[in-house]
């Protein structure tokens, strides 16, 4: 007869019936740059980076905001909404693809600086789409062991960027968001519709791969790159189809969304996508890019920070989440507000 799995006594973990946010938190690096300065190295201009991006700044870190520098600070800020401290955490989930160092993870680091020492820690990559892909393994989590699992998008893309590639350099900004996910009687964290187009993986990509560097010594430093009309193409003509079933999967109406926060590509890709759903004018859509530029797996909670700090949202407000990205990956979910 073969063994069988048999769990020592003690309590089972039980999961809670749902799952909701509890709080967000965010950090934004302290230097600002400016359309101008980024122009200063390609042939652009302020008023065209503007037009086509909807963007004026961006936020890139210093030697001193590391990945984990921002996420402990963000981290820090969500654990302070939710009413909660770090000790209670059962797991730290970090969306990122620009941590340079393949191990350990960085979640393992900021895990051990906010003093969650008995928390799981990992990171997952799914480029911008990432902290929507974090947020449904949390929800999951939550649902099937109980507890408190914190999400973090953290990334700092002025390491991977090449300063003198004009697709790139205008868009691109560093910065961290945060969210505490923990138990609720009530849905709050809907159905998770994601997946991935393999056969577009070259739309978004690193230049060459890292071993590149040790096999030529003149070799450029790895930087990313991506074909801005293949990208604006797929995010607006499919990946507003995913946002649809989306709110089918939740049972939330068009008309019954309160909040729009997709992914901050860019200003005509979010407009774009707000009026193919046929949104409302009293939903709120977030434009954070216009200031923070695209921080790709940070940009959804850091713009969801930014509107609660506004009057323009409130707690149990609906919002629609849709990441989407490298990959070509994506991941949309609806949730409430904390």
Known sequence: MKARITPA?????????????????GYRPRRVVTNDEVCARIDSTDEWIRTRTGIVTRAWA????????????????ALAAAGITADALDCVIVATFTHLK????????????????????????????GFVHALALAADTVRGRGGHVLVIGAERMSDLLDLDDRSTAVIFG???????VGPSPTP?????????????????????PWDALRLDRDQRWPALTQKGQQVFRW??????????????????????????????????????????????????????????????????????????????????????????GAGLSYAATVVALP
């Open 9 to 25: 006594p003690g309590p089972a973990a039980a999961g809670a019936p749902h799952a909701r946010i509890l709080g967000v938190g």
């Open 62 to 77: 210093g030697p001193d905001e590391t990945l984990a520098d921002m996420g402990v600070a963000a981290s820090g800020k």
């Open 102 to 129: 393949q191990t350990p993870a960085v979640a393992t680091g900021i895990a051990h600086r906010l003093g969650a020492h008995a928390a799981a820690a990992f990171d997952i990559s799914a480029g911008c789409a």
């Open 174 to 180: 560093d910065g961290a968001g945060a969210a505490v």
């Open 188 to 208: 709050a964290i809907g159905p998770v519709i994601w997946g991935a187009d393999g056969s577009q993986s070259d739309a978004v990509t690193q230049t060459v």
């Open 235 to 324: 995010a607006v003509y499919e990946v507003s189809k995913v946002a649809r079933r989306a709110l089918d999967a939740a049972g939330v109406a068009v008309d019954d969304l309160d909040v729009f926060i997709p992914h901050q590509a860019n200003v005509r890709i979010i407009d774009a996508m707000a009026r193919n759903l046929g949104l409302p004018e009293r939903t709120v859509v977030a434009r954070d890019v216009s200031t923070a530029g695209n921080t790709s797996g940070a940009s959804i909670p850091l713009a969801m920070d930014a509107l609660m700090a506004t009057n323009d949202v409130g707690p149990g407000d609906l919002a629609l989440l849709i990441g989407f």
